[in-house]
């Protein structure tokens, strides 16, 4: 049995021994070994279909076909140099940004990393892509006009800025180094101080970023806190337990946050996590938290989690309903990492099967023409609406579907959305 690692993530590491290269990467043995790690640690196991492994021809047709229909939408492989640049050294491929396709069939940058060169020329949320290499740009040629995630795919794009303006650019696709936390500010809006921060990626390297900002917001003696989540997919439970600490580490310590509980082949690995103690916990008693589809994991740890210790407001749209947590499990016959679904986690009251997700408080669209912290943008602005206690807001509703995110396949990476 593999032993678990140190480093918790909802994706949790659950390593296995592998102190050498492997030399072994016959497509028989790897699928056997996903066939049997499946009728081991899955949380379905017993809905598993009865199969012969070795007739798929890759491992991920393998993994498709082991999904639980009813539940699962997140089980995966992934190479291992592509997990080992994410998670431990919070680095991806490409030019950094996300995009989304508007309501116009508009397709524009939902976010963007600060540590980009796209950045560094000026490229922000809101902004939209014409075209791609001379190709006008759609939403269903986007992805293959930008290419690969390699390193140095160079492309000349022509946007248009938030002002109205054409902006050409040529970028090369790098190594982005993952902010974690992409934007935040103390808005001061009707005399109350609003802490917000607009949270990416629940992966390592947050922590010291997060600590940084909960700090200013501590020194800046803050009335609200708004959590923007609507992108974050999730990620580590350590950066989770970090977060509830500042939010409610000083009255709250100690006490139940979630529970993990895995199938009945590994009642051994059931376990709970307890918030822990901070002393310079914010003195708040709501946190606002904005989120969207794509809002998932750790993030609805967060928000399910905090709900029993504090009022808590959703604003956004429904979140991906992602209740269940994975082991990434680093195969011993080939360079490639698994994710089954392991385990379903609950509060402290026993919330959670969300499979539906979490319903919001206030529903609204995203917004993608304005950039975050723009007080005119319809999640902030609602959001802030909340904080303020505007009760007139719960019946704002402008959800369409229409404003949805463009991704790469997310079969086999669903957390690195980045292009």
Request: charged share 20%; hydrophobic share 40%; proline share 4%.
């Given at each position: 049995?593999?032993h678990?690692?140190?480093l918790?993530?909802?994706?949790?590491?659950?390593?296995?021994?592998?102190?050498?290269?492997?030399?072994?990467?016959?497509?028989n043995s790897?699928?056997?070994?996903?066939?049997?790690?499946?009728?081991?640690?899955?949380?379905?196991?017993d809905?598993?279909?009865?199969?012969?492994?070795?007739?798929?021809s890759?491992?991920?047709?393998l993994?498709?076909a082991?999904r639980?229909e009813?539940f699962d939408r997140?089980?995966?492989?992934?190479p291992?140099?592509?997990f080992q640049q994410?998670?431990v050294?919070?680095?991806?491929?490409g030019?950094?940004f996300?995009l989304?396709?508007?309501?116009?069939?508009?397709v524009?940058?939902a976010?963007i990393?600060?540590?980009t060169?796209?950045?560094?020329k000026?490229?922000?949320?809101?902004?939209?892509?014409?075209q791609?290499?001379?190709t006008?740009?759609?939403p269903q040629?986007?992805?293959?006009?930008?290419g690969?995630?390699e390193q140095?795919?160079?492309?000349?794009?022509?946007?248009?800025?938030?002002?109205?303006?054409?902006?050409?650019?040529n970028?090369v696709?790098q190594?982005?180094?993952?902010?974690?936390?992409?934007?935040?500010?103390v808005l001061t809006?009707?005399?109350?101080?609003?802490?917000y921060f607009?949270?990416?990626?629940?992966?390592?390297?947050?922590?010291?970023?997060m600590?940084?900002?909960?700090?200013?917001?501590?020194?800046?003696?803050i009335n609200?806190?708004?959590?923007?989540?609507?992108?974050?997919?999730?990620?580590s439970?350590?950066?989770a337990l970090?977060?509830?600490g500042?939010l409610?580490g000083?009255?709250d310590?100690?006490?139940?946050?979630?529970?993990?509980?895995?199938?009945d082949k590994h009642?051994?690995?059931?376990t709970s996590?307890?918030v822990?103690f901070n002393?310079q916990?914010?003195d708040?008693?709501?946190?606002?938290?904005?989120?969207?589809?794509r809002?998932?994991s750790a993030?609805?740890l967060?928000?399910?989690?905090?709900?029993p210790f504090?009022?808590?407001e959703?604003?956004?749209?429904?979140?991906e309903?992602?209740?269940?947590?994975?082991?990434?499990?680093?195969?011993?016959t080939?360079?490639l990492?698994?994710?089954?679904?392991?385990?379903r986690y609950?509060n402290?009251?026993g919330?959670?099967?969300?499979?539906?997700g979490?319903?919001p408080d206030?529903?609204?669209?995203?917004?993608?023409?304005?950039?975050?912290?723009d007080?005119?943008e319809?999640?902030?602005?609602?959001a802030?609406?909340?904080?303020?206690g505007?009760?007139?807001?719960?019946?704002?509703?402008t959800?369409?579907?229409?404003?949805?995110?463009i991704?790469?396949n997310?079969?086999?990476s669903?957390f690195?959305r980045a292009?």
């Amino acid at each position: 049995m593999r032993h678990l690692s140190a480093l918790l993530l909802l994706l949790v590491i659950f390593s296995c021994k592998k102190d050498e290269e492997n030399t072994n990467s016959n497509p028989n043995s790897v699928n056997e070994e996903i066939y049997s790690l499946f009728n081991d640690i899955y949380l379905w196991y017993d809905q598993l279909p009865q199969l012969d492994p070795n007739v798929y021809s890759s491992p991920y047709e393998l993994v498709d076909a082991l999904r639980y229909e009813q539940f699962d939408r997140w089980s995966f492989l992934l190479p291992r140099e592509e997990f080992q640049q994410y998670f431990v050294s919070g680095e991806s491929v490409g030019h950094g940004f996300v995009l989304s396709r508007d309501e116009s069939d508009n397709v524009r940058v939902a976010l963007i990393y600060p540590s980009t060169n796209a950045y560094a020329k000026g490229v922000r949320r809101g902004w939209i892509l014409n075209q791609v290499n001379g190709t006008e740009v759609t939403p269903q040629n986007v992805v293959g006009l930008l290419g690969s995630n390699e390193q140095g795919i160079n492309n000349d794009i022509v946007f248009t800025n938030n002002e109205g303006n054409q902006v050409e650019l040529n970028l090369v696709k790098q190594v982005v180094e993952i902010n974690p936390v992409v934007y935040s500010e103390v808005l001061t809006v009707e005399n109350v101080k609003i802490g917000y921060f607009v949270f990416q990626d629940f992966i390592g390297t947050a922590i010291p970023e997060m600590d940084s900002i909960f700090n200013v917001f501590k020194q800046e003696n803050i009335n609200g806190l708004i959590i923007d989540l609507r992108y974050n997919g999730g990620g580590s439970v350590d950066v989770a337990l970090e977060m509830a600490g500042w939010l409610t580490g000083n009255e709250d310590a100690g006490k139940n946050l979630v529970n993990f509980r895995h199938n009945d082949k590994h009642k051994e690995l059931d376990t709970s996590y307890s918030v822990p103690f901070n002393s310079q916990a914010l003195d708040i008693n709501q946190v606002v938290f904005i989120g969207t589809d794509r809002t998932a994991s750790a993030s609805e740890l967060m928000i399910n989690g905090m709900d029993p210790f504090m009022e808590v407001e959703l604003v956004g749209t429904p979140t991906e309903g992602k209740s269940v947590g994975m082991y990434s499990i680093l195969l011993e016959t080939d360079d490639l990492v698994a994710f089954p679904v392991s385990f379903r986690y609950t509060n402290s009251e026993g919330d959670g099967d969300f499979y539906e997700g979490l319903q919001p408080d206030v529903l609204i669209n995203d917004d993608v023409t304005h950039d975050f912290g723009d007080l005119n943008e319809d999640m902030l602005n609602a959001a802030v609406d909340a904080v303020l206690g505007d009760v007139a807001v719960t019946k704002k509703s402008t959800y369409a579907e229409k404003n949805r995110l463009i991704e790469p396949n997310r079969r086999i990476s669903d957390f690195m959305r980045a292009f």
